[in-house]
């Protein structure tokens, strides 16, 4: 089916591991970001990327890794969790960037123990 | 810097009540766009609207109305007749000139409705 999934849905890991969270979005939007969901914050751009090869940072980078080979792929790496990166993170995907609607991924929610 | 601030932190309402959710943005672009998002309990993020600085026309659709006032720097959504399917967390966002690609979000209302 057409839209944007993200894997794994919940993950549970500990401090200094290193996960990798899934975004996959099957709509060839050129625009892709990832988000974190906490209480207080509502969400937090981390991530962003306008094409395959071409990212940039958001509003909390610290301790997040990406990458874009693909246009349908933008994989968020934890090089080393620590528990501030227990969160709710969403990806999400638009045809022409953050002017234009954005669609969101039903939510990873991952827990650094 | 771009800033949205939703003061409301929770509202209740008895089922059929209006509502109104309250948006207030601050932003030094010249264009500039609104949203609004839901959030319901099962957790997805469901778009609702886009409004583009340039637009000041309040737009209603259902049960749903938008009021955008650059004077007041102020993005409300009313919810009339509310029903239980209605109750979410609603988000209010930002976004700046093209190339700008940082989308910022407020904190949040939670709304309950009560039956």
Request: charged share 20%; hydrophobic share 30%; glycine share 6%.
């Amino acid at each position: 089916d057409a839209g944007i999934t993200q894997s794994p849905r919940y993950k549970i890991t500990e401090t200094g591991r290193q996960v990798t969270l899934m975004c996959h979005q099957t709509w060839s939007h050129s625009y892709m970001f990832w988000y974190r969901q906490d209480l207080g914050h509502g969400l937090r751009l981390i991530y962003y990327s306008a094409a395959a090869d071409i990212t940039d940072k958001g509003e909390v980078p610290d301790g997040y890794v990406v990458s874009r080979s693909k246009t349908e792929n933008f994989p968020l790496t934890l090089e080393s969790a620590t528990r501030s990166q227990t969160s709710v993170y969403f990806c999400a995907s638009s045809e022409i960037g953050a002017s234009m609607e954005q669609y969101f991924g039903p939510g990873t929610r991952l827990t650094v123990t | 810097a771009q800033k949205v601030t939703q003061a409301q932190t929770e509202i209740s309402v008895v089922e059929k009540e209006d509502v109104t959710l309250d948006c207030v943005y601050e932003t030094r672009d010249t264009t500039y766009y609104l949203f609004w998002y839901k959030q319901p309990p099962s957790g997805e993020l469901v778009f609702l609207i886009r409004r583009n600085s340039f637009d000041e026309q309040n737009e209603i659709s259902g049960r749903y109305s938008w009021n955008f006032q650059k004077s007041t720097s102020s993005f409300n959504f009313t919810i009339t007749a509310s029903q239980v399917v209605d109750s979410a967390v609603y988000f209010c966002a930002l976004s700046g000139n093209f190339g700008n690609e940082k989308l910022t979000f407020g904190t949040g209302t939670r709304l309950t409705i009560i039956p």
